[in-house]
């Protein structure tokens, strides 16, 4: 059972496409799956704290949360299912390092698109 859950996961990255973006010291991965369901993968190299947000094309927080215990490896599913169509972006923040992603949220799916952006803090 285990593998088939591996082996669907590995086709829905094929599938549907992922966004990857490794910066100085973080790299966030975006995979969108069934059902308005999108699975965010942090990986940090040295353990940290941060926030992740889920900005609406306003800029209005529709999540947020505070990692408050200092991490390397930050794993969530989230559920886009309540959520209107439209962009929305994906925004890490931790001590030196801003990661936006864009994806795009349909009637029937979440996909990522292009616009990524990294910003160093000092």
């Known amino acids: 059972m285990k593998t088939i859950k591996s082996l669907l996961v590995v086709i829905a990255v094929i599938v549907t496409g992922s966004i990857s973006y490794a910066g100085k010291n973080t790299q966030v991965n975006i995979i969108p799956q069934e059902e308005k369901k999108m699975y ?15 900005l609406n094309e306003k800029g209005d927080a529709v999540y947020y949360k ?18 209107q169509a439209g962009r929305y972006t994906i925004k890490l923040t931790s001590k030196d390092t801003v990661v936006e992603k864009e994806i795009a949220v349909t009637d029937t799916r979440i996909m990522t698109t292009e616009s990524s952006k990294m910003a160093t803090l000092k």
């Open 66 to 83: 505070w990692i408050t215990k200092k991490t390397e490896n930050y794993r969530k599913i989230f559920d886009f299912s309540k959520l």
């Open 40 to 54: 965010v993968i942090v990986k940090n190299q040295e353990p940290c704290r941060f926030t992740i947000s889920v």
